[in-house]
Structure formats: structure tokens, C-alpha cells
């Protein structure tokens, strides 16, 4: 019986586990670096620990003073939040060999769905769409050629070697591919002193979409919809809603179907997210697993009106999941922006500081998940996400109006945030319209006056 | 170039996109490079022996002074503080019928052991790491520690 939970986290989040904790009555512990000590949830927690020096691989990051913690004031299970230690199964496995329940997946699922071509095997295996490729690299242009039109073009060339969006070279017919795979050769010898390449199919403008799964220890497989996080810059979300504005009943019920193959192929145990990118055609494909709870688990939380956190840790505690897929209903439509300390003016360059009036909307269909206050300093150390807004409402249209009515009441005076870029989305008719793919804010960016984030 | 120039100078690196702004005038260097948080950070050298009273750029969020393991930290005149650096439970002996590592009066230098902190099983022997004199234990024996956590007090010299 779990009664006392460390939260191995910080922020937002560790303060949204506080809040479940103390709404079932078990007692919280927090473990916190010495540039967290005014931290909220620091405050709110029963018991308090310091584990270190404000860099994170000084503290939030040293799994043997986590447990060394956890050890003294006698816990009976660690939530890893999202980050950090969540997804390292030999932290997972350190807790299981100390007799600490580690509130996520078993350390064996967490081990394979890390591995990205192990994942990306087992779901195939088990029936799941993944973006199909060559098996390995592919080192002559006659073997290439094959493969490529196997696939389908237009084609992605990419260096077994690479990385950060270099020595990759797109193709879109026979005629252009043998020059596209020797560039792409030459590129990645020449950046990263290996000329292999492996071929995939390139999906053009895809959205991102993925699927919430919450699994108990007795066998039971749930979904709890989807969130399109398609409005992301730099590959880092932004913008997440549900339903997604683009997927049709019959689209959902299959990559539903094919979101529980996965995580029953990997012996999934608590919360976890599939992630697929669609194209415009409505053909999905697995990308990765995440074996965690998300930053945007809120969006699903107002949809569906189930707690996740408290899912999460019913499950720990070895309970049975109290409903069926045919109880979960999609009854809302959520929106949530994340609300990060940049400036959007000027290149999203970090903004921290201190908060010197922070006011936080509210109302009907309102909710804030922040760790923010007046008079809150911003530590420097950690990422830049000060709080999350999720607007909800009956259908899209009220909650993108809502949205926007909130974004205009929220003050946080003394730094810089995105709550204007995320008012300028609102208004935007490409977003308006659910249109929005992977793409898009590049596109917004490039037409969108600077002194419109101001 | 006067304070008012300067100034003039870092507001237009601040509203801007300029990384770097160097001027060189008669017995005078002003060098202006955006720091790693992206604040404007001023350097200069003055060859007159006019003290420059620099404008007091905005600060970098002042986080707590990072207390690297086992450092100590000043409080009175001379008194500086062993403090944890690590999380575990404090033991003043290496064993229940042992003599204490360090009491009122113990002469310490930088390797002395002063106490042992058991985490996950394993006992660490922790270093003074300054050289003195224990005015006082703050834990006791048995007690959890935090990271950071002051252990003894101690008179340094």
C-alpha cells in the first residue's frame, strides 16, 4: 500500500503530483536542487530533501542520492515525472532491486522501447504501421534505386552516422535520386567520417499525433484518444489539442487499435504515449514510444475527464483500472499552450528572471498547471517551460475562443513569454481552420510580423 | 566616451540583434559581448586612472551560490561550516563502540575524516576539507542529511 511518494521531478509537474497525492491522502516527499528551494511545490510537499547543486547532473540527475532519499524518509514508491530519470530503466531498476515501486513501466519495457530500431521492430512485428526503410544501411546506388522505388517516393536519404537535420537528402523521382544519394554519401563523410545511408520514406508535412495508453498490472489495455501536437518549432511542441481536428472516427478507431498492439507488444504496465506521424492521405505510422507521463497529459485529462496522475499511481499500488475502452468518451475538445520564459521576438531566446505580478486566468473551461507566482524567480538551470494553459469546451470553437479570451487575462509582468505568440496562433486562420501539419510554424513564423509577440 | 555613451551603447545591444561592440579610443578599450544568457557583459579597460563607476548592468538571475561538495561556508569572522555533500544518515564514529571521528576541540586538517555518511549501504568517509579547529557537531548521531546541510562548525587556522 503506497503511502508515501518522492517526486523525483521539479516544476510544474512535480507539483501536479503533490496535488494527486494529497487528493488520495498519501504523504509526498520532495527532492530538490539548491536553485529550487522557493520552488511551489517544495513548499507544499510534507517532507523536503536537498539533493544538490542547481546544475541538474549535480542533483535532479543523481539517481544514487534520489534513492539515498528515498531510503531515509522511508518511501514507498518514486514518481519520475516527465524528463530527468522517467525514462532511464536502470534507475527503474535500481528501484525495483531496493523494493521502491517506480510509478511507470516495468524497467524491460522502458529498456526496449528505447531503443529506437528495437521499438520500431517489436511494434512492426505486432502488426503496427512504422515508416517504412531499408533494414540497415544500403551502400550501393543499384541496390539503392531498388529499395527506394520499393518504398515509394518522394524518398528521405539519411546518414546511419547523423543527425541534428545534417547529411539528409531528399529524393522524389528515379531522376533525381542517384544524385541525392552520392550528395548524401559525400555530406555524411565528410561531417561525420562515415559515408553510410539508409533510406526511408519522407513524409511531407506530416501531423503529429499521438495516442495516450494506460495499462494496469492485471492485463488491461486502454486507449484514451489522441492529441495532435502538430504546432511545434525545433521539434518542440508548443501547441497540443484534442481530438485532433484532422482524423476521422475510422482513422482514430484504427490507430486506437493499432496504439493497444503496440503497447501489449511491449508488456506495457501504467501510462505511456504512442507516436505516429499521418500524412495528408490519413496513412499513420509509428514513430516512437514514450514510456512516461507527457507534458501535455492535461489535454487528455479534460477530454476524457480521467486523472491520469492518479491512474498512474492506482496502478503502482497494483489496483485493477476501474473502467473499459467502451467507458472512455471523447466529450470535450482541450487545447493547451505551453507557456515558456522566451522571447519570441527575438529568436525564443531564454527569458528567466523574476515574475514580478503573475496573474493566472480562470473561469469556466480554464485550467493552469503552473509552478509560477509573483515574486518567483526563474532559475537558469532548467528548461524554459514556466506553466501550461489547457482551455476546454464542448466543441473546438469555444475552446480556441476560450483559449484566446485567457491568454488575454494571463499577466506575468517582469519576464518575457509566449503568451503572445500563442494569442497570434489563435487568430490565425491556417490554425483556425485545423489545418495545421508539422510545417506550419515555420510558415507562421516567415509571414508573421516580430512585433505582433510583443 | 562617458557613462552616458556606454549606456546608450548597451541599450542598443539589448533592443538588437549584436552579439559584439568594441571601441578603442585614446588610453581606452570598451568591449561589449553578449553573455551566455544572452545579457549584454561589459568589459573595459581604463588606462587614466579615472575609476569607472559602471552602470549597473541587469544581473543574471542570482541562483544560490552553488555549495560544491563538502565546501564550507562563511558566517562569523573566521567560522566556516563542513557541510553534507550527499544525501544519506550522519554517524559520528566508524562504529557504535568507536570514538568519534571529531568533537569540541578536535584539531582538523583538509583530508581529516570527520564523520561517515552511510547512503544505500555503503559508508562514505567525509573530509574536512578545511583546516581547523570542531567548535561544535550539529548532527546527531543517526540523523538523515540533506545535501548541502551543515555538519560541524568549525574555527579555521
Known sequence: MIQKILIANRGEIALRIVRACREL???????????DVQSLHVQLADEAICI??????????????????????????????????????????????????FIGPKSCSIKMMGDKAIAKETVKKAGVP???????????????????????????????????????????????????YHSARNEAEKAFGNGAVYIEKYIEKPRHIEFQILADSHGKILHLGERDCSVQRRHQKLIEESPSPFLTPDLRKKMGKASIKAATAANYENAGTIEYLVDAKGNFYFIEMNTRIQVEHPVTEEVTGID???????????????????????????????????????????????????????????RVDSHAYSGYTIPSHYDSMIGKLICYGRDRKTALERTYRALSEYLIRGIKTTIPLHKAIMSDPVFIEGKATTAYMEEFMNRTPPDLFT | MDIKQIKQIIDLMKRSELTEFAVEDEGFKLKIRRGGNGLPVVSQTSASNHPFVMPAAEQPVAS???????????????????????VGTFYRAASPDSKPFAEEGTKVTETSVVCIIEAMKIMNEIQAEVKGTILEALIENGQPVEYGQRLFKVKQG
Not at chain 1, 531515509?72 to 528501484?95: M, R, T, W
Not at chain 1, 522505388?149 to 531528399?170: E, F, L, N, T
Not at chain 2, 552553488?66 to 555533500?85: C, L, N, R
Open chain 1, 25 to 35: 491522502g498519501i504523504k509526498t516527499l520532495a527532492v530538490y536542487s539548491e536553485a
Open chain 2, 64 to 86: 544560490a551560490a552553488p555549495a560544491t561538495a563538502g565546501t564550507t561556508a562563511k558566517d562569523e569572522e573566521g567560522i566556516v561550516y563542513i557541510k553534507s555533500p550527499m
Open chain 1, 52 to 101: 544538490g547543486g542547481p546544475r541538474s547532473s549535480d542533483s535532479y540527475l543523481r539517481a544514487d542520492r534520489i534513492i539515498s532519499a528515498a531510503e531515509i524518509a522511508d518511501v514507498d514508491a518514486i514518481h519520475p515525472g516527465y524528463g530527468f530519470l522517467s525514462e532511464n530503466a536502470k534507475f527503474a531498476e535500481q528501484c525495483e532491486s531496493c523494493n521502491i515501486k
Open chain 1, 308 to 366: 491520469l496522475i492518479k491512474q498512474q499511481i492506482r496502478v503502482a499500488n497494483g489496483e485493477k483500472l476501474e473502467f473499459d475502452q467502451s467507458d472512455i468518451k471523447f466529450e470535450k475538445h482541450a487545447i493547451e499552450c505551453r507557456i515558456n520564459a522566451e522571447d519570441p521576438a527575438r529568436n525564443f531566446i531564454p527569458s528567466p528572471g523574476t515574475i514580478g505580478l503573475y496573474y493566472a486566468p480562470g473561469g469556466h473551461g480554464v
Open chain 1, 130 to 180: 512504422t515508416v517504412p526503410g531499408s533494414d540497415g544501411p544500403v551502400d550501393t546506388e543499384t541496390e539503392a534505386v531498388k529499395v527506394a522505388r520499393k518504398i515509394g517516393y518522394p524518398v528521405i536519404i539519411k546518414a546511419v552516422a547523423g543527425g541534428g537535420g545534417r547529411g539528409m537528402r531528399i529524393a522524389h523521382n528515379d531522376v533525381t535520386f542517384a544524385k541525392e
